[in-house]
């Protein structure tokens, strides 16, 4: 098969021609050809739509006052020279941003509508990290993508009232760059999965039980699903599905497909409008005039066409259609570049990279955070208080960024002077410092600390762009344990319906000290790996106990008291501590 063959099976197969590509010329006047404006049409009104439901939902327009409402809660701006400004200019900025979303669904005073709802969007998203998500920068970056574009040519009041736009055609480029920008989104998804965290299954696990998933247990087990549906069948659509829309052969399957992926994510995720956004968007991929082959099918028509004017003209190309040429060139480019971008920006990198909102790295990782200590320590009076983590925030997702955890001690920091110049009193200095300790497991690995807890983030020393200096390393040895614990826990499981474990890793030379209510019995302390010291100390006790447990051995744990495990020699240890979760059991009790 010669060169010339392969070439017209390509443009057969995706429905364009290469001449188009061939030069900067012809590409300039490929991305300018007339259009017809309904596909685009339907897109705004449906992407306007959900973008109000957003707006009141997702972006908590119906909750600001609990968002917004108080000004001691912690935010954590992307840039912190940004401040909240105070609840009525917040409220005003979710009034316009919801006009906005209006105006884009209706197609009134479309410019406008685009501006009024991008720009408030993107304030707020940048204002705090801790609401970033992929979906949510996407619906900001389709935002920005429409103010320029046409799409209120078709089925829109400004269209209405202006002869002139009222199916008039649009350039190319207004289809090609929405294409493109879902195109990343499926196609990067698929590339972030080709990880050893996803290939070998450990990223989503438990899964195969939901009912979504009922026609597959026909034939696969739980854990079959789990791995062969959701991590390889999920790496491949995302690898291939922007490829099928593109194919005008393949274009209807990938839409079923699409539709029923984003069904199914809907029922399994918590992730708001996202995917009602894509299912609304496949149409794009679609030849522009589907929605007046859909009217003449049905015997109606909203309005009037005339299709000879989408017809090509040979128009000739001036500098103005050069430059948006290129700024669409340099815009694809950021997007191919920017989720690779970590190895610069590495001051938002923890045990993975970078933040969790532009990577398109979804559902890779899996978090799960067993504890967060917060100690403060009055230098003055060397004394020790522990505050609530949940204490003037709104979600969790910040302690595991290090940019957050120090934005959050400087947020503590402030209230806590705050507090004691209101109330005059002098129980605590304001030369304090404060360490924050998380435990969290990533991918079903054991629990570990992620930061340093004797670091001091009141002196810490950060920028965007050098390594997190507090930052403690994932464990390998964690990792490579990992395929034995699902083997432990059916072993633990199955002395009783209410048994349950929790496994911990710590490093050398570092303690645990943790709390365990009396509502868990039979507790037992295994060690899995390594050497540690139990200590304990209780009221009926003059002085502490040690015990010394090596690898294989394991001891009783006291409950209603606090206890210590020292990490002893030079190697990591793992441990497990099983228990009995009578709580758990009083519960399905009363029901």
């Known amino acids: 098969m010669d060169l010339t063959s392969i070439k017209r099976k ?3 197969f995706f429905g364009f021609e290469f001449k188009n590509f061939s030069s900067f010329e012809n590409f300039v006047s490929f991305m300018y050809e007339p259009r017809n404006p309904s596909s685009l049409g339907v897109m705004r009104i449906l992407f306007g739509l959900l973008m109000v439901m957003d707006t009141l939902f997702e972006r908590n327009g119906l909750h600001i006052l609990y968002r917004w409402g ?9 840039f912190p020279q940004m401040k909240p400004p105070n609840f009525f200019m917040i ?5 316009i941003m919801f006009a906005g979303a209006i105006g884009i669904m209706l197609g009134y005073k479309f410019r406008l509508s685009t501006i009024s709802f991008g720009i408030p969007y993107w304030y707020l998203l940048l204002l705090d990290k801790t609401y970033w998500n992929n979906h949510s920068y996407l619906f900001g970056l389709v935002a920005i993508l429409l103010i320029g574009s046409s799409a209120n040519h078709s089925f829109s009041i400004d269209s209405l009232f202006n002869t002139k736009l009222k199916n008039a055609p649009v350039p190319f480029w207004n289809y090609f760059i929405l294409r493109f920008q879902f195109f990343i989104l499926y196609f990067m998804a698929g590339l972030k999965k080709i990880d050893m965290e996803w290939l070998f299954g450990y990223s989503m696990n438990d899964m195969g039980d939901h009912w979504v998933f009922q026609p597959f247990k026909l034939v696969l087990s739980t854990e079959q699903i789990d791995y062969i549906v959701i991590h390889l069948i999920g790496l491949i659509i995302d690898l291939t599905i922007g490829f099928w829309l593109l194919s005008p052969i393949l274009r209807s399957y990938a839409m079923c497909f699409c539709t029923s992926f984003h069904f199914m994510n809907s029922r399994l995720f918590s992730i708001g409008m996202f995917p009602y956004v894509c299912i609304a968007t496949t149409p794009i991929f679609c030849n522009d005039d589907w929605p007046e082959n859909f009217q003449r099918k049905f015997k109606f028509r909203f309005s009037p066409t005339v299709s000879n004017k989408y017809k090509e003209k040979n128009v000739k190309m001036n500098w103005k259609q050069h430059t948006v040429t290129k700024f669409l060139l340099l815009y694809c480019c950021v997007q191919f570049l920017l989720p690779y971008s970590h190895s610069i920006t590495k001051g938002f990198n923890n045990w993975t990279n970078g933040l969790y909102g532009y990577s398109w790295d979804m ?3 899996s978090w799960n955070t067993a504890l967060v200590v917060i100690r403060i320590v009055d230098n003055d ?3 020790e208080y522990f505050m609530d983590p949940e204490v003037w925030t709104q979600n969790q997702r910040w302690n595991k960024h290090a940019d957050m955890c120090l934005q959050y001690a400087q947020c503590l920091q402030k209230n806590l002077n705050q507090i004691r110049e209101e109330s005059f009193t002098e129980s605590l200095s304001n030369n304090i410092s404060i360490y924050i300790d998380v435990w969290c497991s990533l991918n079903g690995r054991f629990q570990q600390r992620m930061f340093n807890p004797n670091y001091d983030l009141l002196k810490a020393n950060w920028s965007p762009f050098t390594k997190v200096e507090w930052l403690l390393p994932l464990m390998v040895e964690s990792s490579e344990f990992r395929n034995k614990l699902p083997e432990i826990e059916n072993h633990i499981y199955s002395w009783s319906k209410y048994s349950e474990v929790m496994f911990v890793a710590d490093f050398p030379g570092m303690l645990l000290e943790n ?3 009396t509502d868990l019995v039979n507790v037992t302390l295994t060690v899995l790996s390594g050497k540690v010291i139990y200590e304990t100390e209780n009221c009926e006790q ?12 394991y001891h009783d744990i006291a409950t209603g008291y606090f206890h210590k495990i020292h990490t002893n020699g030079i190697q990591p240890s793992l441990y497990m501590y099983t228990f009995i979760n009578q709580t758990k059991e009083k519960l399905e009790d009363m029901d």
Do not use: R
């Open 363 to 365: 559902m890779v990782h």
């Open 515 to 517: 709390y365990l209510p």
């Open 91 to 95: 409220a005003i900025i979710y009034g």
């Open 381 to 383: 009076s060397k004394k």
């Open 10 to 12: 390509i443009e057969w």
């Open 70 to 78: 108080n000004s001691d809660d912690c935010h954590f701006p992307l």
């Open 542 to 553: 003059t002085s502490p106990t040690y015990v010394q447990l090596v690898e294989g051995s």
